[in-house]
Structures are given as structure tokens and as C-alpha cells.
């Protein structure tokens, strides 16, 4: 199945990519590999899911924050692939960062909302290896941020 037809058929939309908000490339190529620099919770108005997930934000707010960052890796892997996501071959592996409370543990569960839709859109080529880790801070107060590395064919 074409990528694009599978995102439709998901009912998903993948907005404009988003232009990074400091002194860095959103994605930059080495070989065959993309490396998608870290895609924060934003969504495509531009609003930021914000605060520390068990404090600010419970377990499906931060899954529904890390779901945007992983539409917003999926928008620079397109970008990067000129508009063309049959050219991916593998999604190889990705790092989610959690802004969470010292008590938080689930880590994991946030992020696999992000690894889900990575499988969901581009089948057995999105099963990845992953961190998911716990940080004190993000940047823009965001809630998630989630860097990428894709391979292409």
C-alpha cells in the first residue's frame, strides 16, 4: 500500500513540518539515514501541550503529546523525502524525552503512542528500536519531544 493512501485511510492528517525554533537543521541526511531532530508537542496552529507529566498532565495527555511529536516526525521524514514517503525504507530508531514529575515511572507508555503511529502508517518499516527517559525540562515548557533516525531505500 502507498504510504499516503494508508495516512488517509488512518484518518490522519500530517500538517506542513514544522521549522525549528532555534540555531539547527530540522532533519539533516548522512548516506541513506535521516536524522530528524527533536519534534516537540506542537500542534499545526502552533499550540504547545506544555507542563510535567504527573504533575501537569496525566498519562493520556502526555500519550496524546507524544502522538503530535510523532506527526511531526512524520511530516520532516516527509519533507526530507521530497514529499515522498515510499522512499522510507526503515524507521531505525527514535528517543522520547518526558518532562515528568520525580514520581513518574511511565515513561514508556507515553511514548508508545508515538511508536504505534510510527507502525500504524508505515507498517513493519516503522518497528524501531527506543529510549524513552525522563527529563527535568524541555524546551518551550513542551510536555514531549521525540528525536528520529530513518533509513531510505
Do not use: W
Not at 3 to 28: F, H, M, Q
Not at 114 to 124: I, T
Amino acid at each position: 500500500m502507498i504510504i499516503d493512501d494508508r495516512i488517509k485511510s488512518l484518518n490522519i492528517v500530517i500538517p506542513e513540518a514544522p521549522k525549528p525554533v532555534g540555531s539547527y537543521t530540522a532533519y539533516t541526511q548522512s548516506g541513506n539515514l535521516i536524522f530528524i531532530s527533536g519534534q516537540i508537542s506542537i500542534n499545526s496552529e502552533g499550540k504547545i501541550t506544555k507542563g510535567k507529566v504527573g504533575k501537569d498532565l496525566n498519562l493520556t495527555q502526555a500519550q496524546d503529546a507524544a502522538f503530535l511529536c510523532g506527526i511531526n516526525i512524520i511530516s520532516q521524514i516527509k519533507a526530507a523525502c521530497k514529499n515522498d514517503l515510499n522512499k522510507v525504507k526503515k524507521c531505525v530508531k527514535i528517543t522520547g524525552y518526558v518532562n515528568s514529575s520525580d514520581n513518574f515511572i511511565d515513561q514508556p507508555k507515553v511514548i508508545n503512542s508515538a511508536s504505534e503511529l510510527l507502525k500504524k502508517v508505515f507498517d513493519q518499516a516503522g518497528i524501531h528500536s527506543r529510549a524513552a527517559v525522563s527529563v527535568n525540562s524541555l524546551p518551550l515548557g513542551a510536555a514531549v519531544e521525540i528525536d528520529a533516525i530513518f533509513e531510505l531505500n
